[in-house]
């Protein structure tokens, strides 16, 4: 059946019915071409749209400490449960596959000064990575940086409306304000889409808070971002594991609901996470009718092949040519046609997709790809129906008499 | 060779039954040349097909080289066909896009006959049907009385014992069809045993056996007196 000289057989077939070749070749080539172009640039729309409406660091957990409401190891009821820096080095240092980035944040209120302008603002403690969970955008000079974690500087990063309130028309940057009768040295001002009250804040490093606050370690509040490529599920598992982890440190029971609580977005993202699902379906809805026109269109053409064939198959059959014969000539011809072809669909469509990359973005269209397996899957079923198309027929040529297939015009 | 008792096939079109052939009774030796006349519809290319093994009879029996041609599966006819018989149509039926060489070698193809051999031994047979030269040649480059001639050369590359031809001459001039029949004559010369169903007499007077049909049933069988086709060529 693989023997050189069937395939010679073949590859003369091939070679002398360029037409039939290429039609049938160019079905596949084509059905996966539209399959992967359609689907890369759904899962671009995707992208985008995730980027509109999940803008706001959807990888983000908040971890505020409670109170424990059951006893537990000799504790009483209603401790109160208090974060300190090994949390942070502790997470880190555990959860190393899962994490991004961690933070914590102190949460003060105070009076600011800056020469006889004097307002009450909230002030932050802490760490660099703050800045890309709450998305804060740098207008002028820098934000917090390790180096003033580490030395404890007494820098701060006040809010656009900080500026605007206290300097008027001044510029704070290199200025000194006073925060709860110590001086910072303004370093950088920010805006932030989260509104006017995100943008009467001032960072400080959570270090020189916690300095300036007796030299104690203790935090209030601790942010962090898992890895994306988890995805939901994987950010689920993080969340159990992590509650886990803090009960344990702390000491709390481990159903115990109210020794500590993690707000992930994620959760909240359940109605944006459902109108991605929707484009999901839809994606994946397309998908598949490409598939389904593609496979019909080479089952028809796999007719249309057999059909133009029969009194060939009926003058093979006279010269001695047995049914496992035709029925094998004719799927190792179709498979190997699809099979070039479907490979040559598959890097079409994944080199279009390349080709496009951003160029589309004015169109919603975001970092269009397609995942191999999907394709490679598409690929597969192609040829296997591609094969099983040419099956159905060519048994049923293969079975007819001669005669019959002789008389065929 | 051949020996057919009490052979009857019909064909159902729709709710009618067509009664085709209606008891032939019909025995060839070998190396006889018998041509098979009647007028049309009358069954000689079913009666054909049926010793061809490309139909099916009804009722009725079926030897051939002392083979019974019953309850035979279609792998097991496919060999017999390639081993016993060797095909000459009217229309040629040469497969278009392949060469007159591959056309011949291609029953040999199917005995599993290697390339080279098979190349070699389809060479020859062009040879002698007169194309050597034409051995790369599609059959579209090709004459009819040209095609005609590859087509015999295809049914001789397999060494069958008995030739089958329906009408071989039915598409060629009256020339060209003396000369189909000189070849079809030297083979027989040779000892082959040929069936020729015509409806020309005097290509029928070209065989040694005249077997006339009517109405599903032979009304005479008789031997005649060949005339050589090379004196008209
Ligand atoms: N597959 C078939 N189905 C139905 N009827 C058929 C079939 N094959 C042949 N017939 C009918 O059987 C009868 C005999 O046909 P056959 O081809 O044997 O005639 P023939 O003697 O060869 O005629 P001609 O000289 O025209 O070739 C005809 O009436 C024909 O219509
Ligand atoms: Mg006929």
New interface residues.
């Given amino acids: 059946m693989f023997s050189s ?1 069937n395939w ?2 073949i590859f ?2 091939i070679k ?2 360029k037409l039939r070749t290429f039609l049938s070749g160019f079905t596949i080539t084509l059905g996966l071409l539209i399959f992967i172009t359609l689907l890369g640039l759904g899962n671009g729309l995707k992208n985008s749209f995730n980027q509109f409406f999940m803008d706001d660091a959807t990888n983000t957990m908040f971890i505020f400490p409670g109170r424990t409401s059951m006893p537990y190891k000799g504790y009483n009821v209603n401790r109160t449960i208090q974060f300190k820096n090994d949390d942070l080095t502790d997470i880190q240092k555990n959860f190393p596959f899962y994490l991004e980035y961690i933070t914590p944040r102190i949460f003060r209120n105070g009076t600011v000064t800056f020469n006889n302008e004097s307002n009450s603002y909230s002030y932050v403690g802490v760490s660099p990575a703050h800045q890309i969970s709450e998305k804060t955008i740098m207008m002028k000079g820098r934000y917090l940086n390790d180096l003033d974690v580490k030395e404890k500087t007494k820098y701060a990063v006040i809010g656009r409306l900080v500026e605007k309130d206290l300097f008027k028309d001044r510029n704070a940057l290199g200025e000194h304000v006073i925060i709860n009768n110590t001086a910072y040295k303004v370093i950088g001002v920010f805006q932030d889409e989260g509104g006017d009250n995100e943008e009467r804040r001032i960072y400080i490093p959570y270090t020189t808070l916690q300095l300036i606050e007796k030299n104690t370690d203790d935090i209030n509040q601790i942010v962090l971002a898992y890895k994306p490529e988890l995805g939901y599920a994987g950010a689920m598992i993080f969340e159990e594991k992590l509650t886990k982890f803090l009960k344990e440190k702390h000491e709390i029971a481990p159903d115990d609901q109210s020794g500590v609580f993690i707000r992930n977005i994620a959760d909240n993202m359940n109605d944006n996470q459902q109108l991605s699902g929707v484009l999901t379906l839809i994606v994946t809805f397309v998908g598949i009718g490409t598939l389904i026109a593609g496979v019909i269109g080479i089952s028809n053409i796999m007719v249309f092949v057999i059909k133009e064939r029969t ?2 198959i ?12 035709i029925i094998t000539m004719i799927l190792q011809e179709s498979i190997f046609i699809t099979l070039i072809a479907g490979y040559v669909g598959l890097f079409l469509g994944i080199f279009v997709l390349k080709m496009i990359g951003d160029k589309l973005e004015d169109y919603f269209i975001l970092n269009p790809y397609i995942d191999l397996g999907t394709a490679i899957t598409a690929t597969i079923i192609l040829i296997l129906f591609g094969a099983l198309a040419g099956y159905v027929p060519a048994k049923r040529a ?2 007819i ?3 019959v297939a ?1 008389r065929d015009e | 060779m051949i020996a057919i008792k009490d052979l009857h096939k019909s064909y159902k079109m729709g709710s009618n039954v067509l009664h085709v052939l209606k008891g032939i009774n019909f025995n060839v030796e070998e190396g006889e040349m018998v041509a098979i006349m009647g007028s049309s519809g009358s069954g000689k290319s079913t009666l054909l097909n049926i010793v061809g093994m490309l139909d099916l009879l009804d009722t009725g029996s079926y030897t051939l080289d002392g083979v019974p041609i019953v309850n035979l599966n279609e792998t097991k006819a496919a060999k017999y066909r390639n081993k016993f018989l060797g095909f000459i149509f009217q229309s040629f039926n040469l497969i278009n896009y392949k060469t007159a060489l591959e056309n011949v070698a291609l029953p040999l193809y199917y005995q599993r006959v290697p390339k080279k051999e098979r190349d070699e031994k389809a060479l020859q047979y062009l040879t002698k049907v007169g194309l050597a030269n034409w051995a790369t040649h599609l059959p579209s480059e090709l004459s009819g009385g040209q095609k005609q001639r590859v087509a015999i050369a295809r049914a001789l590359a397999a060494q069958p014992k008995v030739l089958l031809a329906d009408e071989p001459t039915g598409a060629l001039d009256s020339t060209t069809s003396y000369e189909v029949m000189q070849l079809l004559q030297e083979i027989n010369d040779e000892g082959k045993t040929l069936l020729v169903v015509t409806h020309e007499e005097d290509i029928a007077n070209m065989c040694k056996r005249i077997v006339q049909l009517k109405d599903g049933i032979i009304i005479e069988d008789k031997k005649v007196n060949q005339v050589r086709a090379s004196e008209y060529v």
């Fill in positions: 000289d010679q057989e003369q077939t002398k019915n009194k060939e009926g003058v093979r059959k006279a010269l001695g040519a047995t049914p496992f014969s293969a079975k008499q001669p005669i002789l």
